[in-house]
T-cell receptor, first 113, second 118 residues
Framework: GAVVSQHPSRVICKSGTSVKIECRSLDFQATTMFWYRQFPKQSLMLMATSNEGSKATYEQGVEKDKFLINHASLTLSTLTVTSAHPEDSSFYIC?????????FGPGTRLTVT | AQKVTQAQTEISVVEKEDVTLDCVYETRDTTYYLFWYKQPPSGELVFLIRRNSFDEQNEISGRYSWNFQKSTSSFNFTITASQVVDSAVYFCALSEISGGAAGNKLTFGGGTRVLVKP
């Protein structure tokens, strides 16, 4: 199947700082990618749909000014958590695919201290 | 709105026992996809199966089998002769077929944690 990479795999940051997470499609082009968040022992919840060359679409309850998404190329989407707080500590996973199949990145575990 | 329910939060079995994971879904769409993913402790999601709502045939892949019943909106998953390596969280998910690329987004169930003891 297709390959999606994420970087970094794990990050610890101090409260108030910003963190950027990259999601790359390595062997396909993706006009659309998705960002999910998973809190400990919970399910994955869709945060936003990342659209290449246009604005992201955010799910209800997700602050677009806090979670900045940029999809500047067909192989890269970035999620920036601005002014991170401890409650933003979570597992962030992106997905994308060349067609109907969705392939998930390995995830980024964010810890805000 | 779409909804996926996995009523079992955790199942514990002894190795070689069979285990069935339940998944019930709600959607207004007449056509849709259903998925099962495995999430081992590493966190990475492992794709197991995708089923088109048109296709109600049951499927078997090695020790895995799936029972899709559109009439009851269920898509259950059975692991036969479970092994310790099957220990993970399993997610059932749903996506629409229409809507272009944006329709590929998934609605996940709450997940079922399977613990297989030696």
């Amino acid at each position: 199947g297709a390959v999606v990479s994420q970087h970094p795999s794990r990050v610890i940051c101090k409260s108030g700082t910003s963190v950027k997470i990259e999601c790359r499609s390595l062997d396909f082009q993706a006009t659309t990618m998705f960002w999910y968040r998973q809190f400990p022992k919970q399910s994955l919840m869709l945060m936003a749909t990342s659209n290449e060359g246009s604005k992201a679409t955010y799910e209800q309850g997700v602050e677009k000014d806090k979670f900045l998404i940029n999809h500047a190329s067909l192989t890269l989407s970035t999620l920036t958590v601005t002014s991170a707080h401890p409650e933003d500590s979570s597992f962030y996973i992106c997905s994308g695919g060349p067609g109907r199949e969705q392939y998930f990145g390995p995830g980024t575990r964010l810890t805000v201290t | 709105a779409q909804k996926v329910t996995q009523a079992q939060t955790e199942i514990s079995v002894v190795e070689k026992e069979d285990v069935t994971l339940d998944c019930v879904y709600e959607t207004r769409d007449t056509t849709y996809y259903l998925f099962w993913y495995k999430q081992p402790p590493s966190g990475e999601l492992v794709f197991l199966i995708r089923r088109n709502s048109f296709d109600e045939q049951n499927e078997i892949s090695g020790r895995y089998s799936w029972n899709f019943q559109k009439s009851t909106s269920s898509f259950n998953f059975t692991i036969t002769a479970s092994q310790v390596v099957d220990s993970a969280v399993y997610f059932c998910a749903l996506s629409e077929i229409s809507g272009g690329a944006a329709g590929n987004k998934l609605t996940f169930g709450g997940g079922t944690r399977v613990l297989v003891k030696p």
